[in-house]
């Protein structure tokens, strides 16, 4: 990747990220749409573009410019922000396109690169050969060996401008892997994703999340990915969930020709349209009637505002949704909208899939999950808690007393009717027969187990799901669901009075196993325990050990802060590299002052490490540094070359705790 391109994760939800990227015109923030520019018919030039939508960047066409013999002189003397006057990063595509629409033009695929390069883009494209989705696997292997082999020859060619090589492979899952994963390997900066135009005017938006998924599966996650030509905001927020960073626009001037308007969900035509479902700045000043009868050319202008209006509050709405933590509501509420999308959230439940996306999903987020409907039990952040829930969680008796769902967070809804069950049976495991599955009640504050909002009535699929998740949670075990008094009588029968643990050293340990793993509550918790809890709330805030302080418990999510007595004890325990986030030798002094671990110092780290998990910072030899919370997974951590991988919190320092303001 070229040293003029910085590319760095900024915040985060899903397989999303909003990332700023640093061109030699200026600083981009992503997700974001590319305005296509005709430079030989601009309906809005790009300057007022930035004026009236905020665009960052624009896309024009390489092959019109060289292919025009006043454009091409103009551009190669005076540059291109000056041939089509804007002063911002310029991307250009290549002529593929048109090659594909006009059949066989003529193009030097080198040519075009080193044109792009010498008027001075920020970003050029490869002459890539573009796959149709009808290709047979023959066809579409060939093109692809050809994309590969032209990217090749191109980027020794590309200088400082940086290199865009799109991946082919038609709808062939398995062609799109190995063509991403031979563009990986070269010295390219970003990588659109290339033969989407037939399949969008199809609307096979299945194809369309299928091709997504294996394109990203073999790019490197440090570059940005573009899904070339697909303009319509309807796959934003499915395409950014799936880590597509940057779209394009021709849409918005195509659809204003044909007197058609973009909206959130669809495209409607003006003649068909009683009143306009807008607010933006042209449809505030027309009605309907009223813009069919202005002249066509104004017409045209009028629309394609209101199109780009459109789309670019679009993207808006989804790099709010990542900030806060709500893309996936975003990608459902969309898919409800629209069946073809709604089968392209199919394939994000298949178990590959969504284990493919768990690993960026953030371990915690700022607002409460809500239910959308029937896809929403197969989040990757819900799911994750149910393999954890199986894998890890230990269940403290062959007992289980299960209690029908009630408000949020349980243990307080059904406060009296714990205490009676413990006073009888102290080692009962009380779990909630949820909408998810199964909740142990000693977990219930962790997220997003009470940071979450079902109805009353869910689909039969989640009934399903959460039935199953039940079942897989209570096999082999004595089941009793809760009937009063009658249930206190039969657990008597159960009782050992064995285990005389608290409901709050029970809590403790579950959190622990559920968010670090299992031995991981013997570990921190070995010792006489002390428990503070808010006067206020009566949740637990701070956990010492032998007068040490081992973790907080957070509020907002139910789970632990590590602190560095509790980090000490988990260097001590785990074997490298559980936990860990390993540093080069050159980045010790910085974290031993307390500052934030940056990706490209970053030796290796967990591959358990995920999103917003709490981890311990060593050095080579595996001596502790620090202990902090993760902002990237491994895999983000050993690629982004700019950019933080760790919040740093408490620091060792000769022996004496910092603790970071
Ligand atoms: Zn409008």
């Given at each position: 990747?070229?040293e003029?391109?910085?590319?760095?994760i900024?915040?985060?939800?899903?397989?999303g990220?909003?990332?700023s990227?640093?061109?030699r015109?200026?600083t981009?923030?992503?997700?974001t749409?590319?305005?296509?520019?005709?430079?030989?018919?601009?309906i809005?030039?790009?300057?007022?573009?930035?004026?009236?939508?905020?665009?960052?960047?624009?896309?024009?066409?390489s092959?019109?410019?060289?292919k025009?013999?006043?454009?091409?002189a103009?551009?190669?003397?005076?540059?291109?922000?000056?041939?089509?006057?804007?002063?911002?990063?310029?991307?250009?595509?290549?002529?593929?396109?048109?090659s594909?629409?006009?059949?066989?033009?003529?193009?030097d695929p080198?040519?075009?690169?080193?044109?792009?390069?010498?008027?001075?883009?920020?970003?050029?494209?490869?002459?890539d050969?573009?796959g149709t989705?009808?290709q047979?696997?023959?066809?579409a292997?060939?093109?692809?060996?050809c994309?590969?082999?032209?990217?090749?020859?191109?980027?020794p060619?590309?200088?400082?401008?940086?290199?865009a090589?799109?991946?082919?492979?038609?709808?062939?899952?398995d062609?799109?892997?190995?063509?991403a994963?031979?563009?990986?390997?070269?010295?390219?900066?970003?990588?659109?994703?290339?033969?989407?135009?037939p399949?969008?005017?199809?609307?096979?938006?299945l194809?369309?999340?299928?091709?997504i998924?294996?394109?990203?599966?073999g790019l490197?996650?440090e570059?940005p990915?573009?899904l070339?030509g697909?303009?319509?905001?309807?796959?934003?927020p499915?395409?950014?969930?799936?880590?597509?960073?940057?779209?394009?626009?021709?849409?918005?001037?195509?659809?204003?020709m044909?007197?058609r308007?973009?909206?959130?969900?669809?495209?409607s035509?003006?003649?068909?349209?009683?009143?306009?479902?807008?607010?933006c700045?042209?449809?505030?000043?027309?009605?309907?009637?009223e813009?069919?009868?202005?002249?066509?050319?104004?017409?045209?202008?009028?629309?394609?505002?209101?199109?780009?209006?459109i789309?670019?509050?679009?993207?808006?709405?989804?790099?709010?949704?990542?900030?806060?933590?709500?893309?996936?509501?975003?990608v459902e509420?969309?898919?409800?909208?629209?069946?073809?999308?709604?089968?392209?959230?199919?394939?994000?439940t298949?178990?590959?899939?969504?284990?493919?996306?768990?690993?960026?999903?953030?371990?915690?987020?700022?607002?409460?999950?809500?239910y959308?409907?029937?896809?929403?039990?197969?989040?990757?952040?819900?799911t994750?808690?149910?393999?954890?829930?199986?894998?890890w969680?230990?269940?403290?008796s062959?007992?289980i007393?299960?209690?029908?769902?009630?408000?949020?967070?349980?243990?307080?809804?059904?406060?009296?009717?714990?205490?009676d069950?413990?006073?009888?049976?102290?080692?009962?495991?009380?779990?909630v027969?949820?909408m998810?599955?199964?909740?142990?009640?000693?977990?219930?504050?962790?997220?997003?187990?009470?940071?979450?909002?079902?109805?009353?009535?869910?689909?039969?699929?989640?009934?399903?799901?959460?039935?199953e998740r039940?079942?897989?949670?209570?096999?082999?075990k004595?089941?009793?669901?809760?009937?009063?008094?009658?249930?206190?009588?039969?657990?008597?029968k159960?009782?050992h009075?064995?285990?005389?643990?608290?409901?709050?050293?029970?809590?403790?340990?579950?959190?622990?196993?559920?968010?670090?793993?299992?031995?991981?509550?013997?570990?921190?918790?070995?010792?006489?325990?002390?428990?503070?809890?808010?006067?206020?709330?009566?949740?637990?805030?701070?956990?010492?050990c032998?007068?040490?302080?081992?973790?907080?418990?957070?509020?907002?999510?139910g789970?632990?802060?590590l602190?560095?007595?509790?980090?000490?004890?988990?260097?001590?325990?785990?074997?490298?590299?559980?936990?860990r986030v390993?540093?080069?030798?050159?980045?010790?002094?910085?974290?031993?002052?307390?500052?934030?671990v940056?990706?490209?110092?970053?030796?290796?780290?967990?591959?358990?490490?995920?999103?917003?998990?709490?981890?311990?910072i060593?050095?080579?030899?595996?001596k502790?540094?620090?202990?902090g919370?993760?902002?990237?997974?491994r895999?983000e951590?050993?690629?982004?070359?700019?950019?933080?991988?760790v919040k740093t919190?408490?620091?060792?320092?000769?022996?004496?705790?910092?603790?970071?303001?």
């Open positions: 990747m070229s003029l391109m910085k590319f760095e900024k915040k985060r939800d899903a397989a990220r909003i990332c990227l640093k061109t015109h200026g981009v923030t992503t997700p749409l590319l305005p296509v520019i005709n430079p030989n018919k601009m809005i030039k790009p300057k007022e573009m930035k004026r009236l939508f905020g665009t960052e960047i624009i896309i024009t066409n092959y019109i410019i060289n025009h013999p006043e454009l091409r103009q551009a190669l003397a005076e540059g291109i922000h000056k041939l089509i006057d804007f002063d911002g990063p310029i991307m250009t595509d290549s002529g593929t396109f048109q594909y629409v006009y059949g066989d033009i003529d193009i080198l040519g075009i690169v080193t044109f792009q390069r010498d008027i001075d883009c920020d970003i050029g494209t490869i002459l050969v573009f989705p009808d047979t696997k023959n066809e292997e060939n093109a692809v060996k994309t590969v082999e032209r990217a090749k020859q191109s980027v060619l590309k200088e400082d401008m940086l290199l090589c799109p991946v082919q492979g038609s709808i062939f899952p062609l799109r892997t190995t063509c994963k031979e563009l990986g390997k070269l010295n390219a900066d970003i990588h659109p994703i290339g033969g989407i135009v399949l969008m005017e199809q609307q096979r938006y194809d369309l999340a299928r091709i998924l294996a394109s990203k599966r490197p996650i570059r990915v573009h070339f697909a303009g319509h905001p309807v796959v934003f499915l395409a950014v969930s799936l880590g597509c960073d940057l779209f394009d626009s021709s849409a918005y001037v195509k659809y204003a044909e007197d308007m973009i909206f959130p969900g669809g495209t035509y003006l003649q068909k349209l009683e009143e306009i479902p807008c607010c700045p042209v449809c505030s000043s027309y009605t309907a009637s813009l069919l009868k202005v002249e066509k050319t104004k017409r045209i202008r009028l629309l394609s505002e209101h199109n780009l209006y789309s670019f509050e679009e993207i808006r709405k989804i790099r709010n949704a990542i900030s806060e933590g709500t893309l996936w509501e975003l509420q969309k898919a409800s909208e629209n069946p073809l999308l709604h089968d392209a959230m199919e394939e994000l298949k178990t590959k899939n969504n284990r493919w996306l768990e690993q960026f999903e953030p371990i915690v987020k700022s607002r409460a999950l809500f959308t409907g029937h896809h929403t039990t197969y989040r990757p952040e819900i994750r808690m149910y393999d954890r829930l199986f894998q969680y230990h269940v403290s062959d007992v007393v299960l209690l029908s769902e009630s408000a949020k967070p349980y243990h307080l809804s059904y406060e009296n009717v714990i205490s069950i413990f006073s009888v049976c102290p080692e009962a495991e009380v779990v027969d949820s998810m599955g199964p909740v142990p009640i000693a977990i219930d504050e962790i997220y997003p187990f009470a940071q979450s909002v079902f109805p009353l009535y869910v689909d039969k699929d989640t009934k399903k799901v959460g039935t039940l079942s897989v949670f209570l096999k082999g004595k089941v009793i669901k809760w009937n009063g008094k009658r249930t206190l009588k039969e657990l008597e159960y009782s009075f064995i285990k005389p643990i608290s409901q709050d050293e029970r809590r403790l340990r579950s959190v622990a196993t559920m968010q670090f793993g299992p031995d991981a509550a013997e570990t921190l918790f070995d010792g006489t325990l002390r428990i503070v809890k808010s006067k206020n709330t009566r949740k637990i805030r701070n956990v010492y032998n007068d040490e302080h081992i973790v907080s418990m957070r509020a907002a999510d789970m632990f802060t602190k560095l007595a509790g980090a000490k004890r988990i260097h001590k325990r785990f074997p490298s590299p559980r936990f390993i540093v080069d030798t050159d980045a010790v002094p910085f974290v031993q002052q307390g500052k934030s940056f990706s490209k110092f970053v030796y290796d780290a967990d591959n358990l490490l995920r999103p917003f998990d709490e981890c311990i060593v050095d080579t030899q595996d502790l540094l620090a202990v919370r993760c902002l990237l997974n895999l951590m050993r690629s982004f070359s700019s950019g933080q991988a919190r408490e620091y060792v320092n000769d022996d004496t705790l910092v603790i970071m303001q």
